[in-house]
């Protein structure tokens, strides 16, 4: 790495493989596709990782074969030389900002991203649409840098609307489908809510620090020590709706589950492990103001707990495969919310980097299944794959553990460090607390009850000879299932010291110590081990123990399955209304009566005009004439009551012309005269 | 050339063209026959023609002299394009009444 770290390249390469095969890749071979599409990604990786390299280095070193290497200093800022926007007092720069916090979602966004996009390579094999599969994954990942990467708050926005496009594309790629295609809109809408949210708080961040850099809020912040609450909350809070748009938190989570019908890469790579980060890192990011905001952070923690508990009884009872990954993915953002909320942002980003590599696994390995199983999604349709299917298998064994967060593999370190930090947070922190262990049992409840399904017993599938999956899908999954169970073997401290310059909170933080930690660890793995045990019991020993009980308890097993409603009572309460207010006010009212009857006014006073005059037009010359007659007769007879005799000549001569005549005449009288 | 200056006054001529005009518009309006029509036209045409030239001779001024040269031009070609009207239409319509001739109405 070299003087300049050429961050702008990191985001280039994807956004230049997006051109190139959204140009040109229904032209292009098959293969020039693939190895553009995972060369761009793979490049931005390397650059990450060098720039990681260089970061880690005190000072000027050589390393034997790569020549001389500058360190790199974080907090590294590249700027264009222009200005993007200069509006009165407020100018807005191209800044890419890499710090220790984008450091580490550079890593994550860039080396899943490069994982999935391999991954997909054997997964959309046969698809028509593989150019333009690609393309869509390069754009995301180019918007996604971009919001990593992004100086202020505007070209953080910028990357934010950009990844909810590809989004948005990726959900709706099987466009043929209407339901691919109704989930696309869904997405894109619910998002839209959520944008509105974080787009006032960015205009209120605007009027109130009159810039929208992070750097130069930091810097008012640090010179303000009394700048609390009130404004900052309301910001706050709008900022927080913007997230739970992106992050699928309560009460704007609906879209994510929908989003399963995009292609089951585009699952694991947006909306699992990076894009519906987004949300928690918008959080970090502008942690300072949270921070100040006592009540916005508390919403923030309040809104986690909820979603992940609400979340996660919902995915107990889903029988798509994809489904009861999203309600889990909401679920665990909502983890990460909570962190956030207790003021623990490395603790947030840290579990977001193990659930990145463990969900991506997770979704990855269904990919692999609903792949062996020709489409098929239903959990109730599977069974007996452990045999048939054992890589697909193993990793996905990893995947479950370290989601229900089995000691050592990496989910239980960051689990564990929300759930500590949220248990020293005071009487209401405990709350947290508990509201996070219970939903760590029915974390591992329902993903056991998922790995049971579609592993155990005798198979329930129609097609007999499922195969596994090929190479460029079963590495990913390899590599995946190595980071799940050794990701998080980095540990909470080092992590969060790592972080401390970007992300460590600007508020008294109470101390704990290691022995509760311990008992809290314990406690954690004596749950996750609990919701093993049930699982086992009721989805592989007694396997008609769920049928009765749900039987037993037929409301609510109905109000689960049926995810509380929520999608019919959001129909009913807004989506009907809406549509009722946008047919009969807008549509009857102001449409057809007021602009259609403007309209219709108009259009007969003109044809009522056209009416009386057409009767000029008789067609008959003697009439056309009699009125040029009547014309001239008229003007004359104006000009003769009106006009006096010098009026008269004004009106057929130039007054000059009048007078250079008479001038001449009496000059030639003269003459004669003489 | 003395006597028309100093027997015949300016408004005698501006009478006899005023007279020829109306006698124009008039022949205009009432007839039906197209000819008729446009030999009215033409009347009225050399009726503006003739105040052009007493005008002329009254004030010394040439520009008079030329207008009539310019109205003549017109007129000839007029006649000419309007006669191949006329025969056309009539090619067309068997007839020449004015009245019946009214396509263009709406």
Redesign the interface.
Known sequence: MNESTHLWLILLLPFAGFLLNGILGSRLPRRLVTVIAVLAPLASFVLVLSAFAASNISAATSCPGCGPVTALALPSVETLPYPWLVVGQIRVDFSLVLDQLSMVMLLVVTGVGFVIHVYSVGYMRDDPGYARYFSFLNLFLFFMTLLVLAGNILLMFVGWEGVGLASYLLIGFWFQRDSAANAGKKAFIVNRIGDFGFLIGIFLILATFGTLSFSKIAVLLAINPAWHASVLTVICLCLLFGAAGKSAQLPLYVWLPDAMEGPTPVSALIHAATMVTAGVYMIARTHLLFDRAPIALATVAIVGAVTALFAATIALAQNDIKRVLAYSTISQLGYMFLACGVAAYSAAIFHLVTHSFFKALLFLAAGSVIHALGGEQDLRKMGGLRTKLPVTFWTMTAAVFAIAGFFPFAGFFSKDAILYAAFLQGTGGKLLWFVGLVTALLTSLYMFRLWYLAFFGESRSPKTHPHESPWSMRGPLVILAILSVCGGWIGIERFSSYLAPAAAAHRPMPTGSPSLEFILSVAAVLVALEGWLIADKYYRRKRERPAQLAAALPTGYKLISNKYYVDEIYGAAIVKPLLAISKYVLGWVVDTAILGGIAWLLAGVASLTGMIL?RW??????SY??WL?AGAAAVLLFLLLTGSPHAWSISFFHAETIYK?HH??VT?IGQAGH | MSFLQHDVPLSWYLLLSAVLFSLG?IG???KRNLIT?FMSIELMLNAVNLSFVAFAYQ???VRGQIFVFFVMMVAAAEAAVGLAIIIAVFRARATLA??R??????
């Not at chain 2, 001739?101 to 709406?106: E, F, W």
């Open positions: 057409q037009q008789s067609g008959n010359l003697r004439a009699a007659a005549v001449i005449t030639h | 518009v205009f309006l009432i029509v004030w010394h001024e004015v009245d001739i009214d396509l263009m109405k709406l």
